[in-house]
């Protein structure tokens, strides 16, 4: 039987998702975490075969961060992404960093429950829902040169530090933050913060 780590940082999902797997037959719920820091305990104390992981988690370290940290520590581990967000580019950053199976919240429990069967049986799945990813990478992936603008961007310095640092004009900063804004979906500047976070997109790729 399947010994399953549910993490997320809200507790009433964790609960949603309990009850579901507890009436599903073959699975048991060993452990719940809601940080980063509780689930890589809890990864090491109860040896979990699988483990359910939410991209979003507060202000602690991205989703995208903690598959990998998982994947490293513990790759016996099989990782599933349970998360709100269907951007295809954020499936294949997460497969890149060992996830087994990535499925939307939004999809079937009867799905669900069959997916992590297949995961279970050395599959790789993705729900229904979800754009099959892109053979030659994401739409929203960043390149070096946009990752470092971001970066500096968020860094809190002033705009013509950050510029100077770049080698750019002031005009060109904003017009790469515009550019930045459009790609990743950011309806305004402070909303790139959180989108960075959630999609470990400040993250250097392997």
């Keep these: 039987m399947p010994r399953i780590l549910l993490i997320d940082d809200h507790a009433m999902v964790r609960e949603g998702f309990r009850r579901l797997l507890e009436e599903a037959e073959g699975f048991e719920v060993v452990a719940e975490a809601g940080t980063p820091g509780d689930a890589l305990a809890a990864v090491r104390e109860h040896d979990p075969d699988l483990a359910l ?3 979003s ?5 991205s989703g995208l961060v903690l598959l990998l940290q998982l994947h490293e520590s513990h790759p016996r581990t099989r990782c599933v992404v349970l998360s709100m967000h269907d951007d295809p580019g954020l499936v294949v950053r997460a497969l890149e960093r060992g996830a087994a199976g990535y499925f939307s919240k939004a999809v079937a429990a009867e799905e ?4 992590l069967r297949r995961v279970m ?10 754009a099959p990813p892109r053979a030659d990478g994401e739409v929203s992936a960043l390149t070096q040169r946009e990752r470092e603008t971001l970066r500096g961007l968020l860094s809190g310095l002033p705009p013509k530090v950050v510029a ?3 080698g750019i004009s002031d005009k060109t900063l904003y017009r790469h933050r515009a ?4 790609k990743l979906g950011a309806r305004h500047p402070g909303e790139l913060a959180r989108i ?5 997109l400040l993250v250097d790729p392997d």
Excluded: C, K, P
Aim: no cysteine; charged share 25%; net charge negative.
């Design 53 to 55: 992981v939410d991209l």
């Design 57 to 61: 988690l507060g202000f602690q370290t």
């Design 112 to 115: 669900l429950i069959e997916g």
């Design 121 to 130: 049986n050395g599959e790789r799945v993705l729900s229904t829902d979800l």
């Design 164 to 166: 100077a640092a770049l």
């Design 179 to 182: 550019n930045l804004m459009e």
């Design 196 to 200: 960075a976070r959630e999609r470990g």
